[in-house]
């Protein structure tokens, strides 16, 4: 049945208690927040994780506490819980949150109920991925890609407890991001106010809109996975268990084949990062616009390439798989199609330069980081060009420089996007301005200090040092200048981990001491700083919903009264 | 209104939306295909599984192959026609136009759902009394694994069906109505794939 505005579906469930309007709230400004805050404090802990690797590797032995054990649980758990517990949480169900009914002009979420469950959900979660550091044999060490057999076989740290902690939690995270998708894109198709039509949307509804399908899409590999590998964890099934020996004892499993998690796991694995990269384009693209007040250069093939990127994620993830000892001709398909990848990528960042291009630009903190994003996301996207190609991914496998190149274009990248974004949208969430002063420190120690800590590691990788190893020992392809090298990136790291200090200051005293935020400060054109009330109020919009009548990028437009304007301004 | 005219619009130009109509699909029904677009996806990564372990002993130059497949005893058909009997009635409770006539077919459709779980778990009890148990061999495990994620699908479809009654919301009933055919689709392609290897 077709009904003309979501505004008239049904009331909002207002809160009548401060409980379900701070606690089991349905509002989704409120889900955003609490999303936001458990995926920022789970994603604290796994940056402890990444100093106490880093202090084991750059001073080995120096910290008797760091076996081998702990150091391959801290990897395991740093990895899944950045990729999965923060930023795919703090992406969609942060940002996706708060900023698609507020964009596209809904009063709410199509399904606020189901959306207050997913972070429920999300939270559960987290809370048992936490008990994995309680359980007997401490979390699973099996690195954040959990291979069978060695996942649930003796002698992996966690073999016991903590890898079933770790699935029984992504199972949970599944569930909870399914009922957020199924949110996000039903309200993007649904509850899209009178003359949002698709093409007026901000580019940064339309990276979370498509890394939300690719979600649904490709999360329920990660289930099957999961529950399977629980099956021959607890119930002795050999889906993926081979026939071997362990400790000297022929296992009761065989003929199960662990090259079948790899495909479900890439399956999931590859699209996963660019669901996370997806949302990072499109906000990275608003961050630019609107600071450098000038429209998105190429707003149509902008979208197109979103969407070919996130078609094409789904045919490629048997790249991570060269030296897994499946067919070779794999390699040429998924190389060839690794690559294809590159144009439309290469179409976004020449969009992104061609839109600073004679812009009018403010240097503010969400613009440095928006620029810093370019920088890295550049580098770490060429030397993905290396690893996508088999005969040079083979010798660089399982190298620093598979951990410098993912680090820089995965992780630094939409992290430096986050940070922009925080920056940026903040004075709309909270009504308060941050400091600049502190956001700038935060920015160049940021910045700087992630060259300081990944460039180093491309040579490492070269020199062919292993990642995942606790200890280099002595080994004679490893050269005395990998060790001060290896001192370097701890020390850059260490500097960076706590200047990340500043920005958890900056944001929580501007909390309560910042000064008050004009309702738009940055001019943008967007619907969500054009709502009545700053922070915006539950329903969002007032009596009535906001009738869009252009797109979301008419900066600098010639003749006009102000360098920007807002959608909701009717054609002359 | 096609999805490529809406993705070519031109929306930077004056009066770009002048040719686009509202396009405003109901909520329930956007939420339901989206979701049954993730559980297809599920189903078909299953079965993927199940084809390339069932392939496997012999597809690496091993003797004869792991995989024993399972009887086909008569509760198997049996269930397989209380579930299309229940996705009648739930196809009667879709076309009614009065609610009394939608809301009594639909309970008959979620009374036989209940059947079909129960029978499921009769075929489970039947099939560990013949010893086919679930680790004794990958196809038990394929079995066990495939009726028990049907299963709780149809639970999820008890549970929205009970509550699109106590709503006695009809537009709610009908999206219950093709949850139901989509997971009998499901059973029968799953059944089939069970059947044959």
């Known amino acids: ?572 | 209104m096609s999805l490529f005219t809406r993705l070519a619009e031109k929306s930077w130009e004056p009066k770009s939306d002048r040719d686009l109509p509202p396009d405003r699909p109901s909520a329930g029904a956007v939420g339901l295909s989206a979701y049954v677009a993730v559980a297809c996806v599920m189903f078909s990564l299953l079965v993927a599984a199940y084809v390339m372990r069932m392939g496997l002993h012999s597809a690496m130059g091993h003797m004869g192959s792991d995989w024993v497949p399972m009887p086909d005893p008569p509760l198997l058909w049996i269930n397989s026609a209380v579930l299309v009997g229940s996705s009648i009635a739930w196809e009667v409770a879709r076309r009614a136009r009065a609610q009394g006539r939608a809301v009594r077919a639909s309970i008959a459709g979620a009374a036989l759902g209940l059947c079909f779980l129960i029978g499921q778990w009769m075929l489970w009890r039947h099939y560990q009394a013949a010893g086919y148990y679930l680790a004794a061999n990958p196809a038990n495990a394929f079995f066990y694994l495939l009726t028990a994620l049907h299963g709780v699908h149809i639970m999820g479809g008890l549970g929205a069906a009970g509550w699109a009654l106590i709503g006695g919301n009809i537009r709610h009933i009908r999206l219950c109505a093709l949850y139901w055919h989509f997971l009998l689709v499901i059973w029968i392609l799953l059944a089939g794939l069970l059947v044959s290897t």
Not at chain 1, 264 to 287: C, K, N, R, T
Not at chain 1, 311 to 331: D, I, K, Q, R
Not at chain 1, 388 to 417: E, I
Request: aromatic share 16%; no cysteine; hydrophobic share 55%.
């Open chain 1, 1 to 572: 049945m077709a009904t003309t505005l979501a505004d008239d579906l049904r009331p909002l469930h207002h809160p009548r208690s401060w409980l379900t309007k701070y606690v089991w709230s349905q509002d989704h400004k409120v889900i955003a927040i609490q999303y936001s805050v458990t995926a920022i404090l789970i994603g604290v802990v796994a940056l402890i994780l990444s100093a106490l690797m880093r202090l084991q590797l750059g001073f080995p032995g120096l910290f008797p506490s760091i076996q081998p054990d702990n150091y391959l649980q801290f990897v395991s758990m740093h990895g899944m819980i950045m990729v999965v517990y923060l930023l795919t949480a703090l992406l969609l169900g942060g940002f996706g949150n708060y900023l698609i009914p507020l964009m596209v002009g809904a009063r709410d979420m199509v399904f606020p109920f189901v959306n207050m469950l997913s972070y429920w959900l999300y939270l559960l979660s987290v809370i048992v991925l936490v008990a994995g550091f309680f359980v007997p044999g401490g979390p699973t060490g099996a690195g954040w890609t959990l291979y069978p057999p060695q996942a649930i076989t003796e002698g992996t740290p966690g073999h016991q407890w903590g890898i079933a902690t770790m699935l029984v939690s992504l199972a949970i995270f599944v569930a909870a991001f399914t009922m957020g998708g199924l949110n996000y894109v039903t309200t993007v198709l649904q509850a899209r106010t009178k003359g949002m039509t698709l093409m007026r949307m901000p580019l940064s509804v339309w990276g979370i809109f498509t890394a939300s399908i690719m979600g649904l899409l490709a999360f329920p590999a990660l289930f099957v996975a999961a529950i399977m590998m629980l099956f021959d964890h607890f119930a002795g099934t050999s889906f993926f268990m081979p026939t071997m020996q362990s400790m000297g004892r022929i296992t009761p499993t065989e003929g199960g084949s662990p090259l079948l998690f790899q495909h479900l796991f890439w399956f999931f694995g590859h699209p996963e990062v660019y669901i996370v990269a997806l949302p990072a384009f499109g906000i990275v693209s608003d961050l630019i616009s609107v600071h450098a007040r000038r429209n998105i250069f190429g707003y149509r093939m902008m979208v197109w390439a979103i969407v070919i990127i996130g078609a094409l994620s789904f045919v490629v993830w048997a790249h991570h798989m060269y030296v897994s000892g499946m067919n070779p001709y794999f390699g040429f398909f998924f190389a060839t199609s690794t690559l294809i990848i590159a144009i439309p990528t290469a179409i976004k960042v020449y969009n992104w330069l061609l839109t600073l291009w004679r812009g009018n630009i403010h240097m503010r903190v969400p613009m440095l980081f928006a620029i810093a994003f370019i920088f890295t996301f550049i580098h770490g996207g060429l030397s993905g060009l290396f690893l996508g190609n088999v005969s040079v991914d083979v010798p660089l496998s399982d190298t620093f420089f598979v951990v410098a190149h993912f680090h820089m274009v995965m992780g630094v990248s939409p992290v430096l996007v986050i940070f922009g974004a925080i920056y940026h949208w903040y004075p709309k969430i909270f009504g308060r301005m941050w400091n600049e002063t502190l956001g700038k420190l935060h920015f160049w120690i940021t910045f700087l200090g992630v060259y300081a800590i990944f460039l180093p590691m491309h040579y490492l990788g070269i020199l062919g040092v292993p990642r995942r190893y606790y200890a280099l020992g002595e080994t004679a392809f490893i050269p005395e200048s990998v060790h001060l090298a290896n001192e370097w990136i701890t020390i850059a790291a260490l500097i960076v981990f706590a200047a990340q200090g500043l920005f958890f200051f900056n944001m929580i005293w501007s909390l309560f001491r910042g000064p008050r935020a004009d309702p738009n400060p940055w001019g943008a054109a967007s619907l969500e700083w054009l709502t009545p009330q700053t922070p915006p109020a539950h329903g969002n919009w007032g009596p009535h919903l906001p009738v869009v009548y252009r797109w979301a990028y008419d900066y600098s437009v010639p003749g006009a009264a102000r360098d920007f304007i807002p959608q909701t301004e009717p054609r002359a």
